[in-house]
């Protein structure tokens, strides 16, 4: 059920960070339809969302499917994970998925005309494949090389592309038209997904599965802290994710109000 081109269920806690969407285990991103409030304001804060959401009905169908699925499989998946894997290793597994995911960062920074931020994440990118032995190590961010979000979603964001309707993909979780369109770009810039069809098919199934359940396992202890928050859970985390995304579209700095952008 796992694909290549994912790093998991996308969004969760740990990632409002981020997934999204990046593609890595050690910023776990964005889960299944795991918390994505990383970084969030209370939910009493947030702008209405509801008007972004036309699709609701269905889109709570397929929350539902996606938790099941997650109960089913990707967390029993993540606790087999954690229990065979010592947390060193854990932390190196991470650390390679993160600074695979560099690649597709200096990418969108450099279309995004950002190129501070691309000439740093390239410097990542090299500092860990070399001196942090193939990013094992996560040199780079202990000599202050700060780690950077960004992703193709946030690209047509950047140059005008509206958000769009909210959606809820099968096994992917929370996005939106616009970012599942730029989920189809960063699927063909992941280094992973790229590698392991052109380079070595055999493994992609293998290096794949252990990305997602990399990311999967990192939000196992944020779990609690979102069923014991959220009154409606699909609510809380659509509009975390949607806050969260046009956080990111903006660098931190959206506009006051959602009147100053038309997210229709």
Known sequence: MVSTSTSAPADPVASV????????????????????????????????YSKQDPWEPMNRSVFKFNESVDDY?????AKGYRWVMPDP????????????????????????????????SSTRLLLNSTFGLA????????????KHDEDFGQTLGHYGVASGPYVVLPF???????????RVLDIATDPVFVGSF??????????????A??????????????DEAALDKYEFIRDAYLQRRRNLV???????SEEDEDIN
């Open 17 to 48: 960070s981020n997934s999204g969407p990046t593609n890595d285990g050690k910023e776990a991103r964005e889960s299944f339809n795991g918390p994505v409030f990383k970084n969030a304001a209370p939910p009493a804060t947030y702008p209405a």
């Open 135 to 146: 990013g094992i190590v996560d040199l780079a961010s202990d000599i202050g090389f700060e």
């Open 89 to 120: 290793l854990q932390i190196a597994v991470g650390n390679v998925f993160s600074n695979l995911n560099d690649i597709p960062v200096t990418i969108n920074n450099l279309l995004q005309l950002k190129f501070s931020n691309a000439m740093t």
């Open 250 to 256: 903006y660098d931190g700095n959206p506009p006051k």
């Open 73 to 77: 499989v990707f967390r029993p998946i």
């Open 172 to 182: 992917l979780g929370p996005s939106s038209t616009r970012d599942a369109g730029g």
């Open 198 to 211: 052109f380079v070595a098919p055999f493994i992609g199934p293998i290096v794949g599965s252990s990305r």
């Open 213 to 226: 359940a990399d990311t999967r396992a990192g939000l196992l202890k944020s779990e609690k802290t979102l």
